[in-house]
């Protein structure tokens, strides 16, 4: 039988202090499984399954890894292996694809430092990626974020995949393991993600946080989430679309509004949880900016569309605020900015860049418990910004 080949590196997400997901793309249907353990020996196997089957799929596998010890560097690998249905009873398999073995390290709150890459707005810009793959590779953060905005739309699933999962669009991952094997990728959505007709396959690729609401159920989050790793909460929200739910446009299929109002409710809540309220520096990452700005659209008009979230600005600004959330990191806007807290907006607010190369932007976030400093550099790694955020004692 004709085998699958891989056609992205694997990518490490939804990361918490005892399991995380790995997500990669096959050229065919297929079915895999992740080994792991402390030491490359590895020695562990993880499956994903629904209801007794192991899943196959033709485009996307995802493999979650649960049962971690806390505060180890783990070693993981992927392996594939192609499948054919002759008959119900006659399954023919191909060779195992193994990925190279890599090492990660998991949120662990008590780690003396943080560090975070985030890039924004990419739009399947090949040529800014390949840049900014590199420059993460280089910086060696300990987690990297992409802030919305990925795409364009979403047309096919191999479109999808190419996008989220090999945004260098590489092909050989015996070199390369793009940004996110090494360390975990966090996702969170901008408006561009639920275009499309295949926008609603994002889920097979970027992997939805599940919690746990007892030992029983669990209910899946959608994009929203929270990590904890040294000194730094990382609060994620989902903006949604730029646009009121009741336009022509979505064709009565959009439902951003109770969504929005979903987050805040679980912001309430989650704000409260000692993993945040004993960090030191909470940073919230929203794709459409916050803060507001005179005479701008608010994306609750009949038309245009959003420059700031008013809707989400009503809805969550005052429970970030309340909790001591010292910087919010948007994008949306295509420009480079920060804006200090002001009597307009009383949470610093930083936008990053865009799509084009005199726009787009990386921003570098390190922390140790005295400072954060945040830093903003252009495709020449020339400094844009640089900031130090006070710690919440301090302030
Ligand atoms: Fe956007």
């Given at each position: 039988m004709e085998n699958v080949f891989l056609k992205s590196p694997p990518v490490v997400q939804n990361p918490t202090a005892n399991r995380f997901s790995v997500s990669w793309c096959v050229s065919g249907l297929a079915t895999g499984w992740v080994e792991w353990g402390y030491d490359e020996s590895l020695g562990n196997k993880a499956v994903s399954s629904h209801h007794g089957l192991i899943a196959t799929d033709e485009n996307f596998l995802s493999v979650p890894v649960v049962g971690i010890d806390e505060n180890c560097r783990v070693y993981y690998r992927t392996a594939t292996v192609a499948v054919k249905y002759h008959t119900a009873y006659e399954i023919e398999q191909g060779e195992v694809i193994y990925s190279n073995i890599y090492q990660i390290i998991l949120p662990n709150r008590s780690a003396d430092t943080f560090s975070m890459t985030v890039v924004n707005d990419t739009h399947e810009a090949t040529a800014i990626l390949k840049l900014f793959v590199k420059r993460v590779q280089e910086i060696k953060p300990d987690f990297h974020m992409w802030n919305g905005d990925a795409c364009h739309s979403f047309n096919s699933h191999d479109q999808l995949g190419q996008v989220v999962l090999n945004p260098s669009d590489e092909s050989d991952f015996s070199r390369s393991g793009g940004w996110a094997a090494e360390r975990p990728l966090l996702y969170t959505l901008g408006n561009?993600?639920?275009?499309?007709?295949?926008?609603?396959?994002l889920c097979k690729a970027i992997t939805p946080w599940t919690y746990e609401m007892s030992s029983l159920i669990k209910k899946v989050s959608q994009y929203y989430f929270v990590v904890r790793h040294g000194p730094v909460a990382l609060v994620c929200l989902d903006s949604g679309e730029d646009k009121p739910?009741?336009?022509?446009?979505?064709?009565?299929?959009?439902?951003?509004?109770?969504?929005?109002?979903?987050?805040?409710?679980w912001l309430a809540v989650i704000l409260k949880d000692p993993s945040v309220t004993s960090a030191k520096y909470i940073i919230a990452f929203v794709h459409i900016p916050l803060r507001p700005i005179d005479g701008a659209n608010d994306g609750c008009r009949n038309e245009g569309y959003a420059f700031y979230s008013g809707e989400c600005n009503k809805l969550w600004t005052k429970l970030l605020l309340e909790a001591g959330c010292q910087l919010i990191v948007s994008g949306h806007q295509h420009q480079v900015e920060y804006h200090p807290a002001d009597d307009n907006y009383p949470i610093n607010q930083l936008v990053g860049g865009g799509d084009k190369m005199e726009d787009a932007a990386l921003i570098y976030l390190e922390a140790t418990t005295k400072s954060l400093v945040l830093r903003v550099e252009d495709i020449n790694q020339k400094i844009l910004i640089q900031s130090e955020i006070r710690s919440k004692n301090s302030c």
């Open positions: 561009h993600e639920r275009r499309g007709s295949h926008a609603r396959s739910d009741n336009r022509e446009v979505f064709g009565n299929m959009a439902d951003y509004e109770a969504y929005r109002k979903e987050q805040r409710d």
